[in-house]
């Protein structure tokens, strides 16, 4: 289970970045395919996200978060040390950019 | 009949060499310019996710230009100058011998004087003293600063201006030095592409873009890897290339050494996404596919294609997917390099830089190793990139270079035949 309190902020933070309703966004939502982010968009999320619980997330993790839920639960385990290493996962992958 | 246009000049400052010879022996050599950053001390390096760039070390700008003209404008214009004037000298261009209002400049650079910008604008939000804001700033910051000096160095009366389209800059320039001679409104184009932002903050900016390599912090030299299946990003690089252009019937006239022709051009925008390619890469074939038509010449005669490959993961399956694209059987028979697997992504200078070793190519037969190529990526393998020297007999070379913005540029270049 997420803790709600990392899940809302989360969805919240989604909410006002997509300018809709914060009960509309569930955890099992996909960000790109669902929420129609871009890994832009991801990177713009991910930004606010590392604001509101003071972390960096490093390039490698960034290929894990692919659902609302995947994103709570990231979270949640860098807050809470122990869980850490399940919650990362490495892969080559990272935004696209092409500049 | 069309006007031709030639390369006659070359001018070059980069972090694995300033001038051509250098630059080009440790092209050939495959050798890594990119290090720890250290520009920035005494301020941390700590909070960055990426700690590795391509920077031009001990560069002491007196030892190349006057004093007082280096003293007044930014590291980026400090550069163009240093390779516009080699490139002049280069090409044997004596301007007490030309008509100054048929000699232009366009330089492409992509983040301007960053250097001064970041400092006045970091002093004035601290102190808040805006009566100490430098008088040289606006003439510094503002982005054809480059320009308007080598047009001074030089006496260049002629078409004056700054092609600013980030990556791409200055292979836009290029394209546009050559329509400016087509179009017969020059002789000739002081052609440059400068950039120098390795700064605190622009460096920042790149690395919330999350656009960087980060996994080769410990391992500078690694950390560009065009193509590679293990590469995580691009290294921010910083120099400058120059390249007079001139018409071929001016440098007869004036028995000048001919390096390559620029025969073709395009410019076109993907109209998709600010920092996005479009995957399917179409877009880029495109492009490639218009500036051959421009160039009078088909997908057939390429035999060299100097990529834009950042050493991003989603940018050089694209590229690698276009050339797939419009090459199709003969994708695997052209020799592929990558120039910022040596010098990183110098920004607004790359499009020059890679001009040059495709210039280089042309008329020296060798085609610069891709640094770092350890083990193909599927996806985008193309037999044509190596490790090693490619030596070849080119006759047409692509140079490809795509910016944020969406924009994609690229131009073909020819060896030169009367």
């Known amino acids: 289970m997420h803790d709600r309190t990392v899940l809302d902020k989360i969805t919240q933070a989604l909410a006002d970045y997509l300018k809709r309703d914060a009960d509309s966004i569930e955890p099992s939502y996909h960000l790109r395919d669902d929420l129609g982010l871009d890994s832009m968009a991801v990177i713009e999320l991910l930004y606010k996200i590392e604001e509101t619980f003071n972390l960096q997330i490093p ?38 950019k092409k500049k | 009949m069309r006007t031709t246009v030639v ?105 301007g004087g960053m250097v001064m910008g970041e400092r006045e604008i970091t002093q004035l939000y601290q102190q808040q003293r805006p009566h100490r804001v430098h008088p040289n700033f606006i003439p510094v910051i503002t982005l054809n600063s480059a320009s308007g000096i080598v047009a001074m160095a030089h006496g260049a009366k002629g078409p004056n201006f700054t092609i600013s389209t980030a990556c791409s800059s200055s292979a836009h320039a290029l394209g546009q030095a050559m329509q400016c001679i087509r179009e017969g409104r020059a002789d000739v184009v002081i052609t440059v592409g400068a950039d120098a932002s390795i700064t605190p903050l ?98 057939a005669h390429v035999d060299y294609i100097n990529a834009h490959a950042t050493s991003t993961s989603i940018g050089d399956a694209v590229e690698a997917k276009a050339i797939r694209q ?19 992504h110098t920004l607004g200078a790359a499009g020059a830089i890679g001009g040059i070793a495709s210039v280089l190519a042309i008329h020296t037969g060798q085609i610069h190793p891709t640094a770092n190529y350890d083990e193909p990526d599927p996806a985008c393998a193309l037999r044509g990139i190596s490790r090693t020297v490619q030596e070849r007999r080119v006759k047409a070379a692509l140079l490809n270079a795509f910016g944020f913005g969406s924009n994609n540029a690229a131009v073909v270049l020819k060896r030169y035949s009367a």
């Open chain 2, 326 to 344: 419009l090459f199709k059987s003969r994708a695997d028979k052209i020799a592929v390099s990558a120039t910022k697997s040596l010098v990183g």
């Open chain 2, 7 to 111: 390369v006659t000049g070359l001018g070059v400052i980069s972090p694995i060499g300033i001038g051509v010879s250098e630059f080009w022996k440790a092209a050939l050599d495959g050798r890594s310019g990119i290090s720890a950053i250290t520009r920035f001390d005494p301020f941390p390096m700590d909070g960055y996710r990426s700690k590795v760039a391509g920077q031009i070390q001990g560069f002491s700008p007196e030892q190349y230009l006057d004093s007082v003209q280096a003293e007044r404008v930014d590291r980026y214009a400090q550069f163009a100058l240093v390779a516009a004037k080699e490139a002049l000298a280069d090409a044997d261009l004596q301007m007490t011998k030309e008509k100054p209002h048929r000699v232009g400049v366009i330089v492409g650079a992509g983040m």
């Open chain 2, 202 to 299: 622009v460096f920042a900016g790149f690395c919330s873009l999350r656009a960087l390599s980060t996994r080769y912090n410990d391992h500078p030299e690694k950390a560009s890897r065009p193509f590679d299946r293990l590469r995580d990003g691009f290294v921010m690089g910083e120099g400058a290339g120059a390249l007079i252009l001139e018409s071929a019937a001016h440098a007869k006239k004036r028995k000048a050494r001919i390096y390559a022709e620029v025969a073709g051009y395009a410019a076109t925008s993907e109209a998709y996404h600010m920092v996005i390619p479009r995957e399917d890469g179409e877009e880029v074939a495109t492009t490639m596919r218009l500036a051959l038509v421009d160039a009078g010449t088909t997908p």
């Open chain 1, 59 to 96: 390039d490698q993790d960034l290929a894990g978060l692919t659902t609302v839920g995947a994103v709570a639960h990231y979270v949640q385990g860098r807050l809470t040390p122990s869980k850490q290493a399940s919650a990362t996962k490495k892969s080559s992958t990272k935004g696209k």
